[in-house]
């Protein structure tokens, strides 16, 4: 299981930080963070594997979002620095768990989501 937090209603400009903490002893190949808003697919903002030497962000956050994880606590964590209005959605933690996992996918274990509101 998968159980997201730390979000919440910020002015643009501010910052944010999600974790997400995973329970059980399944191995991640790689956490991801996916954020989706109302009337919008859910995308995939950034992503990281089990040694954090590969890292994926979306071209919308590069330079502002940092994903880092730790394997000790089976964590995996968002910051979000210089948020926008437009980065306003539901984020999602998500494992990917198959051999064949990539930062793309797939990812086959899923959080509750958290609400990030970035106010103009």
């Known amino acids: 299981q998968l159980q997201a937090s730390g979000g919440g209603l910020v002015q643009a400009g501010g910052s944010l930080r999600l974790s997400c903490a995973a329970s059980g002893r399944t191995f991640s190949r790689y956490l991801g963070w996916f954020h989706q808003a109302p009337g919008k697919e859910r995308e995939l903002v950034a992503a990281i594997n089990w040694s954090g030497s590969n890292t994926y962000y979306a071209d919308s956050v590069k330079g502002r979002f940092t994903i880092s994880r730790d394997n000790a606590k089976n964590t995996v964590s968002l910051q979000m620095n210089s948020l926008k209005p437009e980065d306003t959605a539901v984020y999602y933690c998500?494992?990917?768990?198959?051999?064949?996992?990539?930062?793309?996918?797939?990812?086959?274990?899923w959080g509750q989501g958290t609400q990030v509101t970035v106010s103009s």
């Open positions: 998500a494992a990917g768990t198959t051999t064949w996992a990539t930062s793309l996918g797939p990812y086959d274990y």
